[in-house]
């Protein structure tokens, strides 16, 4: 499986938008991108995920360069119950649905 | 919808004593569920995956006879620590897979988590 790389941690202000670098440059083409958050002491929560297209969803929108090589997730107006750690994982397009989850961006919102 | 639940949502037993933790999908059919660990400061751990009506497929290094899964139906999986040690203490998380039919994606929503505490 594609290996992903995240930044260990951001801040971002409250109201502006959050955006988290993932780079994924060993993906291979039927392997999808996905995004989940852990807000601290809770399951984690998808948000989104895209193949190549960019999507957008109510939570957020993924951004995904043309090479496939790298995303950016965009929290469109940040508020401070968006502070949690965020994953970005590779996913193949097989049968077994397995997320290996890495270290994630640890995310925090300030006021 | 995609709402998956976990009991209990914290447990203290002792030592050499066997836990049950159960997992639910509430609002849709669940054909694949996961188990996870997670220790403190750590990220989420892939334990297992377990299908409705077969065996668990557990992964490198988690002892198949100290964790038990059933998943007896296709909204309910349990996983059981059995013998419990100090070192078994953790975060335990459970995901859930819905079908792809009515317009499903397949995708997993995880439950709220199990803290185990082993005195």
């Known amino acids: 499986d594609a290996k992903t790389t995240q930044p260990p941690s951001m801040d971002c202000a409250e109201g502006r938008a959050a955006n988290l670098p993932c780079n994924h440059s060993t993906i291979s083409g039927n392997e999808y991108v996905y995004w989940y958050r852990q807000i601290h002491s809770q399951g984690p929560q998808y948000i989104i995920h895209g193949l190549k297209n960019n999507e957008t969803n109510e939570m957020a929108s993924l951004i995904i360069t043309e090479d496939r090589k790298s995303s950016t997730l965009i929290l469109p107006h940040a508020t401070l119950r968006d502070t949690a750690v965020y994953y970005c994982i590779v996913r193949p397009r097989s049968n077994d649905y397995k997320l290996s989850f890495g270290a994630g961006t640890t995310v925090t919102v300030r006021a | 919808g995609a709402v998956v639940s976990q009991h209990p949502s914290w447990v203290i037993c002792k030592s050499g004593t066997s836990v049950k933790i159960e997992c639910r999908s509430l609002d849709f059919q669940a054909t694949t569920m996961f188990w996870y660990r997670q220790f403190p400061k750590q990220s989420l751990m892939l334990m297992a995956t377990s299908n409705e009506g077969s065996k668990a497929t557990y992964e490198q290094g988690v002892e198949k006879d100290k964790f038990l899964i059933n998943h007896a139906s296709l909204t309910l999986s349990t996983l059981t620590v059995t013998s419990a040690h100090p070192e078994d203490s953790s975060f335990y998380i459970c995901?859930?897979?819905?079908?792809?039919?009515?317009?499903?994606?397949?995708?997993?929503?995880f439950g709220p988590g199990t803290r185990l505490t082993v005195t």
């Open positions: 995901s859930a897979r819905g079908g792809l039919a009515g317009g499903g994606r397949g995708e997993q929503y």
